[in-house]
Each structure stands twice: as C-alpha cells, then as structure tokens.
C-alpha cells in the first residue's frame, strides 16, 4: 500500500496494491488514459462537481474532531478540504486505487502545509483499513466497484457504530445533459465494440443513479437510515464550444465508445466532432461558455449499531 502523511512531509511507495481481479481493468483506466484526461481537464472537472460536493456537505457536514475517509478521493481536493473541516483534532484520510492521483494529491496536499491529512493508494473493494473513521464520504469515487456491495461493506466496517457515510453519486441519465447528449451522438455513429484493447473505467458514472438500486447495496453492506436527496446544478462543460466538445471527446460515456474504437474509429472522428459541436452549440451562453444540466444524489446514510 502506498501510504503518505502530511505529517512526516514525505511519501512513502512501499508495498504492492492490492487490487482484486475484477478492478485490474479499472484501476488500469484510472492510472492510466483517465489519469491524464483528469488532469487536462481538470478545471472543468472539479468546477463541474464541486457545487454538487459543497451542497452534500452542507446536508451532512462531518463535525469538528471527526476522523474522516475520503474514497476515491481522485486528486484529494475534497480530503483537503474535509481536513480543514474536522480541523486539527480531526484528520482526513483520501483512499484511491491510481497510484498517479495519490502521488498528485500528496504532492498539493504537502504544499498546503495543512498536518491533519493523510493519503493511501488502495482498492476499496480489498481493503481492509487499520484505522476507525466517524464519516466517510466520496464525491463521484463509489460507481466504478465491480462489486460494491463488498466495497461498502470494508467502508461500513472501518465506521464507528453509528458512524455516517455521505456520498455524491450521478442521477440519471436524462438529467445530466452535459455527458449524455454527447453521448446520444456518439451513438448515431458507433456501438459498443464487441472486441476492444483499452481498458474500461468499471461500471461507469450512472451506476448508482436507481434509487432502489443504491438503497439495496447500502442494506445489504450493512447500513441504515438510507436517504437520498436530490441536487440539480447546472454544469459547465467549457469555457467555450472548442473546449466543451474536446472534454465530451475526452471523458464520460461518449470518450469511453472513443476510447474502445481506439484507430479503428479514427475516421469517424472528425464526422462526430462536427456534429458534437452542432448538438453542444445549444447550451452556448452569451458569454461563450457552455452549461448544460446536472444531477445528482446525495446519500446518506449511518452504519448498522
Ligand atoms: C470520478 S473520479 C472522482 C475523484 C474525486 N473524488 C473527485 O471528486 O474529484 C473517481 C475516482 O474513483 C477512483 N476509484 C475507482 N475505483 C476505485 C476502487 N476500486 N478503489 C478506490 N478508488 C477507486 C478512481 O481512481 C478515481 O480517482
């Protein structure tokens, strides 16, 4: 396990990360194509997401003092930010599976010179934590377990009796239109290909958008007092049409069809470029950017006494 603390300002890469089996091609995904993406577009990204986390904090914010985990924490902008949260009786620690997000998240985290954080690369669904947590949250990081139920449930177990997980998870489909109407064009010109040589991000964004869905894998992972509440928000998927088309090309469902064509698709490209561009143009606004809608669920739930 790859382990860091702010504490000791120094990273430590030490043992192999367990992965199970059905997370190989994920984890490859993350650390990889998906690695570099996030960080190209990584204004975009985080600016699209955060208004999402920020209001899922506000619903059930972590109390000053609390031992948090952070999963999926992708770059570690949210571990930071509950860090400062919990304050310095408390501490934050951000759980990923890509080893290139944590080392990044280390590197910013460091240089905030902020004590009570800490940073580990680790798969959720294997991982067996050392440490008690009063609060976990995640902010997009519980869709792409193979399974997980088994995932939760390691959450639920590192969580004191009683203690409470919050996590920010897309709704669906129809009411994210700054990833799906890229994807419906995408669509008029390929399928999912059968055979393909890149590696898939796991079971993807919408995974946990069914309501009934999410409410059975967290009881069956052993929590209680599920709730989900809905956040719609607008989105900005560029600061103009050029960047919009490039970050639906780059990430989300409509990239990941890109991604598994690979060349195969390479002349498709510029017919489904143009017409991105055409769909996109509808969400110009007058200052040029573009914003199209978002929706998400924040759950909350508390783990079985
Ligand atoms: C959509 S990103 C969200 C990142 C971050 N939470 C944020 O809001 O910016 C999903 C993150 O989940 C991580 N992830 C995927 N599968 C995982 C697993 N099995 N265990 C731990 N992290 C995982 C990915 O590496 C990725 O960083």
């Not at 570690?76 to 620690?93: F, I």
């Not at 902010?139 to 997980?165: D, H, I, Q, S, W």
């Not at 996109?280 to 759950?299: C, I, K, N, P, R």
Request: net charge negative.
């Amino acid at each position: 396990m790859t382990t860091s603390n702010a504490e000791h300002g120094l990273m430590q890469v030490g043992d192999e990360v367990r992965v199970v089996p059905d997370n190989l091609e994920a984890t490859e995904a993350w650390n990889g194509p998906l690695f570099d993406v996030w960080m190209e577009f990584r204004e975009i990204l985080t600016g699209g997401v955060r208004g999402h986390g920020e209001r899922a904090l506000a619903l059930e914010p972590p109390r000053e003092g609390d031992r948090v985990l952070d999963i999926g924490c992708g770059l570690g902008d949210t571990t930071v930010g509950l860090a400062q949260l919990v304050g310095p009786s408390g501490h934050a620690h951000g759980v990923d599976v890509a080893e290139r997000m944590i080392h990044t998240a280390i590197t910013e985290a460091t240089e905030t010179g902020i004590l009570n954080v800490s940073f580990a690369t680790c798969d959720v669904e294997s991982a067996r934590f050392a440490d008690t947590f009063d609060y976990a949250f995640s902010r997009m990081g519980t869709m792409f377990f193979a399974r997980p139920v088994t995932a939760l449930r390691n959450v639920r177990e590192a969580l004191t009796p009683g203690g409470r997980l919050t996590m920010v998870v897309w709704r669906r489909k129809l009411d994210n239109e700054f990833l799906h109407h890229a994807e419906r064009v995408v669509a008029e010109h390929l399928d999912e290909p059968e055979e393909y040589d890149a590696p898939r991000c796991g079971p993807g964004p919408f995974s946990m958008a069914n309501a009934d869905t999410v409410t059975d894998v967290l009881t069956a992972a052993g929590y209680e007092n599920i709730r989900l509440a809905r956040v719609d928000l607008p989105y900005k998927i560029g600061n103009d049409l050029e960047q919009a088309v490039a970050m639906n090309m780059a990430i989300g469902p409509a990239a990941e069809i890109l991604r598994l064509w690979g060349n195969r698709a390479a002349d498709l490209k510029p017919r489904i470029q143009a017409d991105l561009r055409t769909a996109l143009a509808d969400y110009v606004t007058s200052e040029g950017a573009v914003f199209a809608s978002s929706s998400t669920w924040t759950v909350t739930a508390t783990a079985q006494r």
